[in-house]
């Protein structure tokens, strides 16, 4: 038989994954489709609705030629030939595993969607991180729906692109993982889509796994991930104590070239959509399989970053001679990184909330997220009243304007403008003593100590 050649595609979720992922792809015809009109309007605009550096040139160049956006699911559907489900899969907040296991809702809709609509063959391929034998399932939702002479091939292609370096991720990525069924139809099938990534990813980058160990594998690799950082968190409690410094011990530890120097940089804690999610999946993915001391295990990843956030609030609060009622905390970063304006799950959240609790006043700086997001995440999407909160909360469009008159300046989030601040000047505006907060190790604390700030930086201890 000949191999299948994708000649459309069609992706359900213009998302932080699917939005990137598709408008890398060269030559072939892809339609992002999403139900949110106004998501797609935003990717049909100037002012797309993700923010990632380089993003904006890549849609620019593709759009319109070999790249559309629409909100007509059923017609991307029905024309192409492959499609990507790429749409959320949050963990689940009501029901049986609340709080753990993924929310299926969304991806199992859009399969159906499929199921029903689709009038030819087509390659489903999973793309949403989604707990082991998601694939399995939607396969049976298919299968069941189908129309005579449909037949549905799903593959999983799970995504490793990190936000803030997506566009770089996607153009030269470590690699490509597509899991099949080992059927000859199910690796007809694998050899469509690695061809697609043929168009511009080596062939050697390109991993074909069983369906099963390709779902396990995005599970695996966030989980690791963040038990590096878990790791280096917990090191830097004890480098605090003692008076060590965290970015002298991760360089010596990353020297080891076993162990490489990446993701080492302690920090006010991780945040972003996948890490937390992936692992509370797999600690549900092991209470169910009966296997406690493995869900123990990664459970404890999460607890010490939990543990984390709160030990540098605490901080804040301690330093603060053990209270912060009525003073005012500018709160430098919203994002969960930089280079994103994405915000779910940032410890600035947790840390606002913190300092809300202890009834401070905070004045939030973030570069790119918007005063209705930061709101988003201040009330939980509305489960928390904003009024209360209205009179504590100010948020800022300059830095010096959320640092005016603070009594302590916490840096959440590692944007690189934070480094190049006149801080001298920050300084005179502040009243005394002036303490910075560096949760994430990105200041000069020699340079502002000179200036008579009070620094308090993660994994660095005074002792010795
Ligand atoms: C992650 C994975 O890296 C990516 O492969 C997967 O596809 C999705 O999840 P992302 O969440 O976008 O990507 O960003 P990442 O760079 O991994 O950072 C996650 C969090 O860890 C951030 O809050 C970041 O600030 C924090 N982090 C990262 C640290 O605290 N220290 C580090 O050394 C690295
Ligand atoms: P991710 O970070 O995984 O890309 P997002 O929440 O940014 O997740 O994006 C998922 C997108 O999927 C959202 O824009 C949402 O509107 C879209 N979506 C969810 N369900 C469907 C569906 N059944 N059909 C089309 N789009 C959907």
């Known amino acids: 038989m000949a191999p299948i050649q994708v000649k459309k595609i069609c992706c359900i979720g213009a998302g932080y994954v699917g939005g990137p992922t598709c408008a890398v792809i060269p030559h072939i015809q892809v339609t992002i489709v999403d139900l949110n009109q106004q998501r797609i309007d935003a990717w049909n605009s100037d002012e797309l609705p993700i923010y990632e550096p380089g993003l904006d040139e890549v849609v620019k160049a593709a759009r319109g030629k070999n790249l559309f956006f629409s909100t007509d699911v059923d017609k991307g559907i029905e024309e192409a030939d492959l499609i990507f ?31 029903e609509v689709a009038k030819s063959s087509k390659i489903v391929v ?40 997506a ?17 000859q139809q199910g690796k007809d099938a694998c050899e469509a889509l690695t061809q697609v990534y043929a168009n511009w990813v080596p062939r050697d980058r390109i991993l074909t796994v069983g369906l099963w160990s390709s779902e396990l594998s995005k599970l695996a690799a966030n989980a690791m991930l963040a038990q590096r950082i878990s790791s280096v968190n917990a ?34 804690g991780f945040g972003g959509s996948c890490f937390q999610k992936d692992i509370l999946n797999l ?6 399989l009966h296997l ?49 304006g994405d915000t779910r799950e940032s ?19 973030d570069p790119q997220v918007s005063k209705d997001q930061i709101w988003l995440d201040l009330t939980d999407y509305g489960d928390i009243p904003a009024e209360p909160i209205k009179p504590h909360v100010t948020i ?59 620094v308090t930086s993660i994994g660095t201890g005074d002792r010795l």
């Not at 566009?167 to 059927?183: H, K, M």
């Not at 490489?260 to 940089?265: I, W």
């Open 85 to 115: 489900v790429s749409v959320n899969t949050p963990t689940k907040k009501s029901g049986i595993g609340a709080g753990f296991a993924a929310d299926l809702k969304f991806l199992q809709l859009a399969t159906r969607r499929i199921a």
């Open 126 to 165: 999973e793309k949403s991180t989604v707990p082991c034998r998601t694939a399995d399932a939607m396969r049976t939702i298919l299968e069941a729906n189908s129309k005579p002479g449909c037949h549905f091939d799903i593959l999983s292609n799970p995504e490793f692109l990190a936000e803030g370096t």
């Open 167 to 183: 566009i770089e991720d996607l153009f030269a990525p470590d690699r490509v993982l597509i899991g099949s069924l080992q059927t």
């Open 235 to 268: 090191l830097s409690a004890i480098c605090e104590a003692t008076g060590a410094n965290i970015d002298e011990v991760a360089y010596a530890v990353g020297k080891d070239t076993r162990m490489g120097s990446k993701f080492l940089k302690a920090s006010v």
């Open 283 to 288: 600690v549900y993915l092991s209470e169910s």
């Open 292 to 340: 406690p001391e493995v869900a123990k295990y990664w459970r404890a990843v999460v607890e010490m970053n939990e543990y984390q956030k709160s030990r540098f609030a605490n901080k804040v609060v301690d330093t603060l001679f053990n209270t912060i009622t009525g003073k005012k905390i500018a709160i430098l970063g919203w994002a969960f990184k930089k280079d994103t």
């Open 347 to 365: 410890p600035a959240i947790t840390l606002a909330n913190h300092f809300l609790t202890e009834k401070a006043r905070i004045n939030i700086y």
């Open 396 to 454: 800022s469009q300059t830095v010096e304007e959320a640092c005016h008159n603070a009594e302590a300046i916490v840096v959440c989030t590692e944007w690189d403008e934070f480094k190049t601040l006149d801080w001298q000047k920050i300084y005179d505006d502040c009243p005394r003593p002036a303490f910075v907060f560096d949760g994430r190790l990105i200041l000069d604390r020699k340079a502002l100590t000179e200036i008579g700030f009070k």
